[in-house]
Structure formats: C-alpha cells, structure tokens
C-alpha cells in the first residue's frame, strides 16, 4: 500500500513566522502536489513537482514556495505566515506524469496561524 | 475552461436509502474521472475511477458510478446507505494533458440519519 506521511496532523504559528510542512512518500512516486482545502472551495493546488528538485506552481502559488531535495520528501513552506493561510493542507503523490492519474493522499496537516 | 462541478453541497439520507452524488465536467479531451471520499479529520480515500471501456465503475464500500460522456456526468451511487459512509465526497477529473494534476470539485457533504 501506498504511504503518504505529513509530519504533523494539528499545528499552530503565529503571523509572520515561517512555517514548514513536510511530506514524505514510501512507493517512488515520481509526482508529488501540494494542496489547501477550504469548506466550499474544494481542493486547490498550490504547488506541484514531478521529479527532484523541479516544481510548477500550482492555482493559488502565492504566498508559498516549495522544496523537492529527494524524491520521496515534498516540503511546502510559508515564508510568513498570515491568517488567510489557516486552512487545511493536503500532500498527494502519483506514479509517472499522465500515465497514471491516481493521486494518494496524506492525513493532511490542520494549521491555524493566530 | 476545464472544471468538476459537484451541484450539492450537503446532502442528508436516511440510513438505509438510496444515494446518489452528481459530478458534471468540462474538459476538453478524454478524461480520466475520479470519486474520493475524506472521513472526518482524514485524507481523501480513492473510492473508484474510471478510464476507459465499461462505463458503470464499480468502487469499494459498495459504490458505484456511471460515466456519461454526453451529459458530461460522472455521478456516484449506493444502493443502501450505512452510518459509516457520512463523510465529505469529491469528484476530480484529469487526464493526458494534464501533467499528472486533478481538478476538484468543491465537494458534498453527505450526513447519514439514523
């Protein structure tokens, strides 16, 4: 089975702090996405890469950045933090680009910037 | 533009009843159709998909959904509800052209009376 693994479930900043996310997959996916889920907006990419150390922004890209070190890690990092990046955070991988579709999800990562 | 409506936001059944979610698309080749579910506190779970050939698609949990290319549909369906299948369900589509992403839809809501 494949594994998704965010490195925390809940976690609470203060404004302008910086803020890293990190994503960890187990099954050599070469795909891996960043995205915010909000009630009513459904899921939104923000960033997405399909090999080490390649990215492409995603819907909303703003206010975020991203790093792709080794194929299995996908960090997401917000380099001050704001109220409006509240929000739930999703990291998704998938096999090789437009071969297969299927993206695997992690738990996500509650984040609340007071 | 391409896009995955999902019309209802909150839908409530009675455990037992029949379901049934709606999914229309836009996308402009041939698309690869997806039905994710996301438990409270939880990522999304693959619940079926469809790619080509048979277009009834058969998913776990007892769900099923039906391709139908001249509505642009994609919808989801369960023949008996359980308490358990109260969740979040999201419609994604994506396809050759498209990197290896999905687009959501903005997700239904789906309570379950006992």
């Known amino acids: 089975d494949v594994k998704v693994t965010q490195s925390s479930r809940y976690l609470v900043k203060r404004t302008g702090e910086k803020v890293f996310l990190e994503c960890v997959q187990d099954?050599?996916?070469?795909?891996m996405f960043w995205y915010r889920q909000d009630p009513g907006l459904g899921l939104r990419l923000i960033y997405f890469?399909?090999?080490?150390?390649?990215?492409e922004k995603g819907d909303i890209p703003e206010g975020y950045s991203v790093s792709r070190e080794k194929k299995e890690r996908f960090s997401l990092i917000l380099e001050s933090a704001s109220t409006n990046q509240t929000s739930m955070y999703l990291c998704a991988s998938s096999a090789h680009l437009s071969v297969n579709n299927e993206q695997f999800f992690g738990p996500g990562t509650r984040l609340t910037v007071l | 533009a391409q896009s995955v409506t999902q019309p209802d936001i909150h839908i409530t059944v009675s455990e037992g009843a029949s379901l049934e979610l709606r999914c229309n698309y836009s996308y402009g080749a041939t698309p690869y159709l997806f039905w994710y579910v996301q438990s409270p506190g939880q990522g999304l779970q693959l619940l079926l998909k469809y790619f080509s050939g048979d277009t009834l698609v058969q998913g776990i949990k007892g769900f099923e959904a039906e391709f139908k290319r001249s509505q642009s549909s994609f919808n989801l369906r369960k023949p008996s509800v359980h308490w358990s299948d109260a969740a979040e369900y999201f419609c994604a589509v994506g396809g050759d052209n498209q990197g290896g992403k999905l687009i959501f839809g903005q997700g239904t809501e789906l309570s379950v009376k006992p």
């Open positions: 890469s399909y090999d080490v150390k390649m990215k």
């Open positions: 099954m050599d996916h070469e795909n």
